[in-house]
């Protein structure tokens, strides 16, 4: 059974700083990983897909990579703003989406 | 522009009711989903569907179920609701032919919902 851990659960940084999330998963039989971004109280908005073949996906200021062998994804997000405070969740995709239950980020300003 | 609809937007229920949430999406896509959140099991899949008339279990579907009787709606029922299923549910649609899952999912702004 797939299982999707992102550490830490939680993580504060000062603003305009980088920092990476982090993603892990079990079974590295997985069509692509998606991660989102979760607002209080709201849905989830896709944020990057990358498929099984790809090493990493680009969108702004956002960064993802994958590594599948090792089972590892990361999240990349440069000069952090106050607006990126948010739950960010990572989901492999096989038969199905599997999630991991998220990592909440807070820039400080 | 597109988007993926979700109603109602918070219910409160008793205990042993039937509860329909509603589901509507204008993207087109074939697949939709229906998920539950819940603190300390993250998103879990109740349901899906890649297309008219089609609909599968997923590994949360005791006491749900759903039909599609056409591309935009995926209703989620709750035959008789319990306080156990008190969360938050979020739809979810893709782009996907002949059961082909490999595009993003995009969700729906979700269904808070309390069985007393």
């Known amino acids: 059974k797939q299982e999707v851990t992102q550490i830490p659960a939680a993580l504060s940084v000062p603003e305009g700083e980088n920092l990476v999330l982090n993603c892990s998963f079990t079974d590295s039989a997985i069509y692509n990983l998606q991660w989102f971004r979760q607002d209080p109280g709201k849905g989830l908005t896709s944020l990057l897909l990358?498929?099984?073949?790809?090493r990493e996906q680009t969108s702004g200021r956002l960064n993802a990579s994958l590594d599948k062998s090792s089972g590892r994804s990361t999240l990349y997000i440069a000069a952090s703003q106050p607006g990126d405070s948010a739950t960010y969740l990572c989901?492999?995709?096989?038969?199905?989406?599997?999630f991991g239950t998220g990592t909440r980020l807070t820039i400080i300003p | 522009d597109a988007e993926i609809t979700q109603s109602p937007r918070h219910k409160i229920t008793e205990t042993g009711r039937q509860v329909t949430l509603a589901c509507h999406q204008t993207?087109?896509?074939?697949?939709m989903f229906w998920y539950r959140q819940d603190l300390g099991h993250g998103l879990r899949l109740i349901h899906y569907?890649?297309?008219?008339?089609?609909?599968n279990k997923g590994e949360v579907s005791d006491g749900y179920s759903v039909s599609r009787s056409n591309t935009e709606d995926l209703p989620l029922t709750l035959e008789s609701a319990a306080s156990s299923q008190t969360s938050v549910y979020f739809c979810a649609s893709q782009q996907g032919i002949g059961g082909t899952i490999n595009n993003e999912q995009f969700f729906g702004p979700g269904t808070r919902l309390t069985v007393l």
């Open positions: 990358i498929q099984s073949s790809q």
């Open positions: 989901a492999v995709c096989y038969e199905k989406l599997t």
């Open positions: 569907s890649y297309g008219v008339q089609d609909t």
């Open positions: 993207w087109n896509h074939n697949n």
